[in-house]
Structure formats: C-alpha cells, structure tokens
C-alpha cells in the first residue's frame, strides 16, 4: 500500500523559512511525478510546485525564487523548501505522487499546517 507522509508544517514569522518533507512508502520513488499542492478553506487546491520522474521543476508564479523542491529516490523523500514566507502561503500543504498515463494514478498524504504570521 503506497503511503505518503508529510512533515515539516510550523508557525513562523513572516519572512522566515521551513522545510517540509515528504516520504514514500510502499513503493520505490522514481517512478513518480512528485508535486506539493496547498488547499487553504473555501478556497481549492493549489498545485505550488513539482519535480518530474526526471528532474524537471515547475514552481507556481507565487512562489518563484522562494520555495525549492527536491528529491531524493534513494531515501524516497520529496522536500519543498520554503523561503522569505508571506503569510499568504499559510495553508495546509499535501505531497502527492503522480504515475501512470497521463498521470491517471495518484496518491495524497494527510497534509502539514503552515502558519505564517505577519
């Protein structure tokens, strides 16, 4: 059974940082399209950044030059590194794993509550 689990989620100042984590169980990383979505409520799910199967990286036009994803398949670890924070970006944030044609299988982790105050 393929699990995802996030952590990292905090409260910090605006203009502070945090690392979330991500990692994959059940299944072996490198077949997965890894993406970093956030959902604050009433509002839907936004998709913040991704790093394909192959090393490419797409960052949502709001966090540009602030966040950072990476992976590791070795430790099937997906990290979003999180810089100069607004508040903003305060949402809760869910790791999601995409293979399959056209991305036709997917997988969510639970979610980590970031809070940023100003």
């Known amino acids: 059974q393929v699990q995802l689990v996030e952590s990292g989620g905090d409260l910090v100042q605006a203009g502070g940082s945090l690392r979330l984590s991500c990692v994959l169980s059940?299944?072996?990383?490198?077949?997965?399209?890894m993406n970093w979505y956030r959902q604050t409520p009433g509002k839907q799910r936004e998709l913040v950044a991704t790093i394909t199967r192959g090393g490419s990286l797409n960052y949502a036009d709001s966090v540009k030059g602030r966040f950072t994803i990476s992976r590791d398949n070795g430790k099937k670890t997906v990290q979003l590194q999180m810089t100069s924070l607004k508040p903003e970006d305060t949402a809760v944030y869910y790791c999601n794993a995409k293979t399959g044609y056209g991305g036709s299988i997917s997988y969510w982790g639970r979610g980590t509550q970031v809070t940023v105050s100003s």
């Open positions: 059940g299944s072996i990383l490198s077949i997965y399209d």
